[in-house]
């Protein structure tokens, strides 16, 4: 599958905003945001007024981007909330905090939803019991996500439970010393940290 290989900090340079790509780096004096808050290349900030379908456009880069998916996958998630009864913006955001690279992410499981894939990837994950390696697989309030017997040892795995370095949300609940935690359920848009203005994007999608 095709997934971006570049320097990721100079993402966070382009939208203007820390987009935690970067782990334990993002939290630092050494990020590149902090350090240099100008769009990467040459020519640095640009001196043109942003059409309104161009602050659209950063408002959906910039979600795609936090949540670490290609273009034709947010198109799906956007189908798949347009679909659903409610605010449309705020159903899409719901169902990309329900994949469980960011479930793992924010259980603090991982330092960033990159590392997160990773771990998904590498069978370290059960749910409710089952062996999951998919990242975009969709979790639903009541299911347990937790780290499988077997690979609790993992000298990476247990760095970062230890390392505490995330507050949870409260729609999630962790069993630190057990590498588990449980969906609550789904949550509200105010605990919601993803720094878009998601209305944008749904008036994107509707030109």
Known sequence: MARYTDAVCRLCRREG???YLKGEKCYSDKCPVVKRATPPGQHGVSRRKPSEYGIQLR??????????VLENQFSRYFDLAASKKGVT?????QTLERRLDNVVYRLGFAASRAEARQIVKHSHIEVNGRKVNIPSYLVRPGDVIAVREGHRDHKRLKELVAAGIRTIPAWLTVEAEAMRGTVVRLPNRDEIDAPVQEHLIVELYSR
Do not use: D, H
């Not at 408002?59 to 670490?68: D, L, M, V």
């Not at 913006?89 to 955001?93: A, F, H, M, N």
């Open 17 to 19: 905003v820390k987009l």
């Open 89 to 93: 913006g705020e159903i899409l955001l």
């Open 59 to 68: 408002e959906k880069q910039k979600a795609r981007r936090f949540y670490g």
